[in-house]
Every structure is written in structure tokens, then in C-alpha cells.
């Protein structure tokens, strides 16, 4: 597939916001806390190192995935989606990620 392709699927399933998709990486579009457009780049060991650190963390109300913070709700969210996306498209690769982070993948 190319990133044509994947980009393609990945608007379908996840949302408009999606800009540019392959195997290991999604780029997005979305807004900071301060209200200004951002594209961020989110990769494998980005989503590994959300779930291994922040996932978990019912004390904070304030989450990061790939240099984007926010409130917990859409940070944790948008993290599920790309979770999604690489389990569908390279699982492999996601599971190798979660293991360098020292998790143990279950999917």
C-alpha cells in the first residue's frame, strides 16, 4: 500500500483530522491548549510511551501524546485511535514498540 492509500483509509476510519497515514506513522491536525492549529506526528513508540507513562495515570488531569498536551479526554482518545490504526495496519511493528517500553502486548 501507499501512503496514498493508507492516508485514504485512515481519513475513513478515524476522521477528517487525519492529514497523512503509512505503517508507522499518522499526521494530524489538531488544536493546542491555546487554541492554535498544530500537525503532529504521531509514530509507534509515541503510542507505546502514552500507554506505558500516561494511560494509567488517574491522578492527572493533563495527558501528552507526541508533544501535543491537553486535558486527559481527548489526548487519551486520540492515543485509542492510533493505537487502533497501528493494530490494524502493522501489528507487528506495535508490538514491538510496546515491548521496547518494556509492555507486554496482549493483542
Keep these: 500500500m501507499t501512503t496514498t492509500t493508507y ?3 485512515a481519513r475513513e476510519l478515524l476522521g477528517g483530522f487525519v492529514q497523512r497515514a503509512g ?4 499526521v494530524i491536525r489538531a488544536t493546542n491548549v491555546f487554541g492554535e ?3 503532529v506526528r504521531i509514530n ?3 503510542a507505546a510511551e502514552f500507554y506505558r507513562t500516561q494511560a494509567g495515570n488517574l491522578l492527572s ?6 508533544g ?3 486535558d486527559w479526554r481527548p489526548i487519551s482518545r486520540l492515543a485509542d485511535l492510533a493505537l487502533a ?3 490494524r495496519v502493522n501489528p507487528e511493528g506495535m508490538r514491538k514498540a510496546a515491548r521496547q517500553v518494556g509492555l507486554r ?3
Excluded at 23 to 26: A, E, G, Q, T, V
Design 23 to 26: 505503517k508507522n506513522f499518522l
Design 37 to 39: 492549529p498544530e500537525m
Design 61 to 66: 488531569g493533563m495527558r501528552t501524546l507526541a
Design 85 to 87: 490504526w497501528f493494530k
Design 7 to 9: 492516508t485514504a483509509e
Design 44 to 46: 509507534l513508540a509515541d
Design 105 to 107: 502486548p496482549r493483542f
Design 68 to 70: 501535543l498536551s491537553g
